[in-house]
């Protein structure tokens, strides 16, 4: 993000400047350029602080003292007096507080709201970034305007103005390539682990259809995801994310393959033995055939295989999904923690 720097020696101003009378065009300039950058020092820290302690509603003391202080901004720009009967630029950068203000009262609320249900799905979850990526446009859109205004009344007044990246500009980009490589991975991983609770939740209710269905749907879902992944280049040689990312969803692809069908035939094993035990314990004792009570024995025998294996299964399949979600869960912090800056 550029910014723009009045190549003229400036009076430093203080907050009350603009009831003085501006010197030249340049102090004018100056100071409507200084309150631009203040929004955005703010928003950085803001959107630092965000990602470093990982949520919106932890920072939302944050959040309310700035927009405090673009309520006060926006009074301080609208009570100054135009320059030369020249208000464009000063009604511009007033527009533009405004819409900060708008941006971090309203769409910011709607975010927090996502924030909380996004992890019930999959679009949600979309929902939920896309979110965050409509604010960060809105807010871009707007300091493009505020920065137009200046070139703009710069070219109007004769001030010569010189273009640079400063730091600031370059955290605020960085923190949005920072983010987009995060939520590229997040949403290949939270793809699989979405459709994992989907499966997790047919085995609590013994649903065999929906158990096989979403077992298909995530072994699916890993295949794709990890040629995805394949695609992707590590961000600035660190790949710990990367990794991560690959790790959990080759657990994923091992768990719907490899390991569910033990888990899936328990319970078409366990269907089985009620049906044959319903239908042994309605005959007498006295009436049952040396056939039905073989094929009760078979099917407890059965039963307890499928138990044992099942058993077996689900505790390593635990110990598994456990280690994969504390890898992505501590390479995703501090991945975030090492490529945001802080400010």
Request: aromatic share 10%.
């Amino acid at each position: 993000m550029k910014t723009l720097i009045v190549s003229l020696f400036l009076v430093a101003l203080a907050g009350s400047a603009y009831a003085q009378q501006f010197k030249n065009a340049g102090e004018y300039l100056d100071f409507m350029g200084s309150r631009q950058r203040e929004i955005l020092q703010n928003y950085m820290s803001y959107a630092s602080a965000v990602a470093h302690n990982k949520s919106a509603r932890k920072v939302e003391n944050r959040r309310k003292e700035l927009l405090a202080s673009a309520l006060q901004a926006k009074k301080e720009i609208a009570t100054m007096p135009p320059y030369q009967n020249d208000k464009a630029l000063r009604d511009s950068t007033a527009a533009y507080i405004e819409k900060y203000y708008h941006v971090l009262n309203d769409d910011y609320d709607k975010i927090i709201n996502l924030e909380e249900i996004s992890e019930q799905s999959y679009d949600l979850m979309e929902a939920y970034f896309k979110a965050q990526d409509l604010v960060a446009d809105k807010l871009d859109q707007a300091n493009d305007g505020v920065e137009q205004a200046l070139e703009a009344f710069a070219a109007r007044h004769q001030v010569r103005l010189i273009e640079n990246e400063d730091e600031l500009g370059k955290k605020l980009a960085a923190t949005s390539k920072v983010n987009q490589y995060h939520r590229e991975l997040f949403l290949i991983m939270f793809k699989c682990s979405n459709q994992e609770k989907y499966l997790l939740e047919a085995i609590a209710k013994k649903d065999i259809l929906a158990m096989e269905q979403s077992k298909n749907n995530l072994a699916q879902y890993a295949d794709e995801n990890l040629k995805k992944l394949a695609t992707i280049k590590s961000f600035n040689n660190d790949a710990s994310l990367l990794n991560a990312c690959r790790q959990i969803i080759t657990f994923y692809q091992s768990e719907a393959k490899t390991q569910m069908p033990a888990i899936l035939d328990f319970y078409v094993k366990e269907a089985n033995f009620q049906k044959i035990k319903k239908a042994f314990e309605l005959k007498k004792e006295s009436e049952r055939t040396k056939a039905d009570v073989d094929a009760f024995n078979k099917a407890v025998n059965e039963m307890n295989v499928a138990v044992n294996k099942s058993n077996t299964v689900g505790k390593s399949l635990n110990e598994k999904r456990r280690a994969a979600g504390d890898n992505w869960n501590n390479a995703s912090r501090k991945f975030l923690d090492t490529h945001t800056p802080k400010y």
